[in-house]
């Protein structure tokens, strides 16, 4: 296993198959374990590099996770692209990891070329964030399916690790933290925004969001599916993976 020191603390890392640098960022309460079985679909075309976000996977634990979290994550992202001595990368971030991406590109756009956010809410949090956050942790702490997932992407600890993320943007969203590190407007480098309609987890207005910021961004492209929950990268897998595909070889 692979791992690159970050605030005095290992962070892990896996690398499969060959061609331009994709790294792949997995949402909250996941880890890279959620892209395991997608690999297939990426690996033949590009150099894709999985990150465990320090708390989660394989990565080492922490006593509290920051409120800033997915600006946090981005300079773990950033300290792994130098770790590599990388000169461009492409990012794809799914859920939580879309915002991961999004910050990485506007602190170091010199480091990517191309960024996909995928399954997010965009540039605000849903007015009722926390209380559905809320209840959505305590039934997925019951629910069979969820706790394997957990368990799946956690190990053991898995119970201690959501908590420290409900935690964590309980607090972004009673402080109204920037979800950005930078206004979104600053963003040079190729985007596109993907998603399914249908995904109960993101905002119901997901579509006209995803206009909103393209209006903003200077190279914006848009892909919402019909169909799939959440996230699209899974729930789109083969379709989803030739629109990549198509886009970073644009």
Known sequence: M??????SK???YKEAGNGKPLIMLHGDTASSTMFEMLLPLYQEHFRVILIDFLGNGKSDRV?????????SQAQQVIALIEHLQLKKVNLLG???GAWVAVNTAL???????????DSFDGRTLHKNFAENLLKEREYAKHDTYAKQFYEWCQGEDWETVVDLNTQALLECAKKKLPLFSKPLENLTVPILFIGSLQDDMCRKDMLEEYME???????????TFDTGG?????????????????????
């Not at 006593?63 to 600006?71: G, H, I, M, V």
């Not at 602190?107 to 956010?117: G, N, W």
């Not at 699209?232 to 970073?248: M, P």
């Open 94 to 96: 799914t859920s939580g």
């Open 107 to 117: 602190e170091r756009p010199d480091l990517i070329e191309k960024v996909i956010a």
């Open 230 to 250: 959440h996230p699209a990268i899974a729930t789109n897998a083969e379709k989803f993976a030739d629109i990549v595909f198509a886009f970073l070889n644009d």
């Open 63 to 71: 006593s509290k996770l920051p409120a800033d979290l997915w600006c």
């Open 2 to 7: 692979s791992y690159f020191e970050y605030q």
């Open 10 to 12: 290992r962070v892990f």
């Open 213 to 223: 910021m393209k209006k903003l961004v200077k190279h914006g492209n848009i892909h």
